[in-house]
């Protein structure tokens, strides 16, 4: 039998040490919202691949949908031989995203390659340079993807330079004192003093950052950035690669807040576990470049395809957005508890639907982040068999994204591994 050790070991010398690794056990076999590593211990899944599995490891159906495609086609590249269900899936992502206007849909590999094929559909379409990101954001590892990424540490660190024109302004953080009008003037600032709204092609943002921290763009914030949009021939871009799909209650997160977005970006959970991405916006925009300028090898493979049409029909048929209520309401009484009762290093409870996180600090009264307490809190949970992530500008956020079809018991358990797991880190 293999042990993690040994395969520690291989990989210390076979795999870069940039491409790091949460954990030091490696998976062998994984069912629902439970993973079992090499040498037999067990896992319960808060991690969820970083959002990819709301519909939790091996749905049935996503397998059974795989598996009869695999016996058809795997590849025959879309752009050289298209078939069915990319044109299902396209038709089925246009019904779904906000707004009830003519959509068309580009699928692709990974949410970087969504994200700049959204600068490129967005430059096309209005003749424009200028993006306007903010601080906070994750929108890939590519050099766009970086370029509008707002945390130099670890994605920016050493790789620049990035492109030009790509600006950032502060996104809306109350508890660490950005407030809705600090965000609103300086962006308003942004426009006066370093690019002409003339010049920017899009604003892109994440209704709910990811890696940024789970924090939540209030309502008026979105509304203000739809508008400024419309004055100025701006394309608003919603990146909601780890909050769509039923994760945060709706399907996609910025359904909470009423505004329609020009163009859309997904992954993740799209496909439970096949790698597929999509970038669906209105049909004039998506039509804006040449025939040709836009595609990809692999992306929208029929395999994958196939998967996000079964994952989309789990989704409906067993009620997940209702679902990731119920387990937001549920995860989010159990921090409470934790804060209200033991332990004051627990600060800023906050979810919208399953997305739910929390910081730790090391002095409440000045909200000070404590990054060293959430390593050692994700070390500890992981040694008593819990995948668990943190995040956020400050690494002090511990976030969860466990599946949604996850049973209560479980969640309870990952729950109560949290609690045993800080005591003894804060022994």
Same mark, same amino acid.
């Given at each position: ?43 319960? #899944?808060? !991690?969820?691949?970083?959002?990819? +599995? $709301? @519909? %939790? ?8 949908? =795989?598996? *009869? ?30 707004? #009830?206007? !003519?959509?068309?849909?580009?699928? +692709? $590999? @990974? %949410? ?8 490129? =559909?967005? *430059? ?304």
């Amino acid at each position: 039998m293999k042990t993690n050790q040994e395969l520690q070991a291989r990989r210390e010398a076979s795999v870069p040490r940039g491409a790091a690794n949460v954990t030091r056990f490696y998976a062998e076999r994984a069912e629902n919202a439970q993973v079992w590593d090499v040498e037999g211990n067990r896992y319960i #899944d808060f !991690a969820g691949g970083i959002g990819v +599995l $709301n @519909t %939790g490891h091996l749905h049935p159906k996503v397998v059974t949908a =795989v598996e *009869r495609q695999m016996q058809k086609m795997m590849h025959t590249c879309f752009h050289v031989m298209p078939y069915e269900p990319y044109i299902e899936l396209a038709e089925k992502l246009n019904e779904i995203t906000p707004g #009830d206007h !003519a959509k068309k849909t580009l699928l +692709l $590999n @990974t %949410g970087a390659e969504a994200v700049e094929n959204a600068i490129k =559909v967005a *430059r096309a379409a209005t003749g424009r340079s200028a993006v306007i990101a903010f601080n906070g954001a994750f929108h890939g590892r590519t050099l766009m993807g970086m370029a509008l990424t707002g945390k130099v540490v670890p994605y920016k660190k050493g790789f620049g330079p990035f492109p030009a024109e790509v600006y950032h302004a502060p996104y809306p953080n109350s508890y660490h004192g950005i407030s809705l009008q600090d965000s609103l003037t300086a962006l308003d600032n942004l426009l006066k003093s370093d690019v002409d709204p003339d010049r920017v092609a899009a604003i892109i943002l994440e209704p709910i950052q990811g890696e940024g921290g789970f924090y939540q763009a209030p309502v008026e914030f979105l509304q203000a950035i739809r508008e400024l949009c419309d004055k100025n021939g701006i394309l608003m871009i919603v990146d909601e690669v780890q909050s769509g799909f039923a994760r945060t209650g709706k399907m996609f997160a910025i359904e909470h807040s009423g505004v329609v977005p020009d163009m859309i970006t997904m992954a993740k959970s799209l496909a439970g576990g096949m790698t597929l991405s999509a970038l669906t916006g209105r049909a004039e925009i998506m039509d804006a470049p040449d025939p040709g300028s836009v595609g990809s090898t692999y992306g929208g493979s029929p395999m994958a395809c196939s998967a996000a049409l079964a994952v989309l029909e789990v989704i409906e048929e067993e009620q997940l957005c209702c679902r990731a209520d119920q387990i937001g309401q549920r995860i989010t009484k159990g921090f409470l508890d934790l804060a209200e009762n033991s332990f004051d290093c627990v600060a800023n409870i906050r979810a919208a639907g399953a997305m739910v996180a929390f910081e730790l600090v090391s002095n409440p009264s000045q909200r000070t982040p404590d990054p060293d307490l959430a390593k050692a809190l994700v070390a500890k949970a992981q040694s008593k068999g819990l995948l668990l992530l943190s995040c956020g500008v400050f690494a002090n956020t511990i976030r969860v994204l466990v599946p949604l079809t996850a049973e209560d018991s479980l969640i309870d358990e990952g729950l109560a591994i949290i609690e045993a797991s800080l005591k003894e880190v804060l022994a």
